[in-house]
């Protein structure tokens, strides 16, 4: 692991350098069309009539996917480059904004009956100001969805790293041929569990789903046991405490 924070994804045109690339691997890519995508749908059960946003939207596959389900949607990104893509995809289906998670969020209190924050979070070593936008948009009762990379990793792929410290890691990723480094900021299980509290919401489940039926084999992981359950994210849903 690096020893140094790494920054650059918090630059609002990190990801404009290879939006369509990376647009194009999440279409029917393994971990964003199989798995993470239709997990979050199924946390998020019936989503007609309601009002939800989407943090860290990127070119916008997860906006179409509540769209197509009667949900209002709003959906915003750093990189003016995914809002292009988006833009491209829905028109003005959607209420689409460039805005930073680190930033105060251009919306009203209690605006959203549901918000998602589908690997995003990891990218940032703070999490108090994201959550507590997050939770300042949601009306009382709402939900907030966070996908993030499993804590788990970090031990099994970095044994000499501690686990209990919030430490960030360059790692080096292919989208549909294009090579991009992006750094992902690990943490313990505690460490997330507490931030979520700090921010005023409970855990009302933690999901480590398989990935969707009718996924392509040759896409699966090779295993010894179940190649359609491994340790890749970890899904929460949280409720805005009273």
């Known amino acids: 692991m690096t020893s140094e924070p790494q920054t ?11 939006a369509e690339a990376y647009a194009r691997e999440n279409e029917n890519g ?3 069309r199989w798995y993470a995508r239709p997990a979050v749908l199924d946390l998020l059960g019936d989503v007609a009539g309601r009002r939800i946003l989407d943090a860290g939207c990127g070119s916008g596959p997860l906006v179409a996917d509540l769209k197509a389900r009667g949900a209002s949607v709003a959906g915003f990104d750093a990189s003016p480059a995914m809002i292009r893509l988006v833009r491209e ?7 689409l904004k460039v805005a930073d998670l680190t930033r105060p969020l251009p919306y009203d209190d ?3 009956d549901d918000a998602l ?3 995003v979070l990891h990218y940032f070593e703070d999490w108090s100001r994201p959550l507590t936008e997050l939770r300042r948009v949601l009306k009382p009762g709402g939900r907030l969805i966070v996908v993030v ?5 970090s031990p099994v792929m ?9 430490v960030p890691n360059a790692e080096e990723y292919d989208f549909d041929g294009v090579s991009a480094t992006l750094t992902i900021w690990y943490r313990s299980l505690s460490a997330m569990s507490e931030s979520f509290t700090a921010a005023g919401f409970r855990i009302a489940a933690i999901s480590e789903p398989p990935v969707a039926p009718g996924t392509p084999p040759d896409l699966l992981p090779p295993s010894k046991t179940d190649p359609t ?3 890749g994210f970890i899904f929460f849903t949280l409720e805005t405490a009273s």
Do not use: C, K, W
């Open 8 to 18: 650059a994804e918090q630059q609002p045109d990190h990801y404009d350098a290879f």
């Open 30 to 32: 393994l971990f964003n």
């Open 89 to 95: 995809r829905l028109g003005d289906e959607a209420d």
């Open 110 to 112: 209690e605006s959203f």
């Open 117 to 119: 924050a589908m690997l």
């Open 149 to 153: 990379n499993h804590p788990v990793i």
């Open 158 to 166: 970095y044994p000499e790293v501690d686990y209990f410290a919030t």
């Open 229 to 231: 359950r491994f340790l």
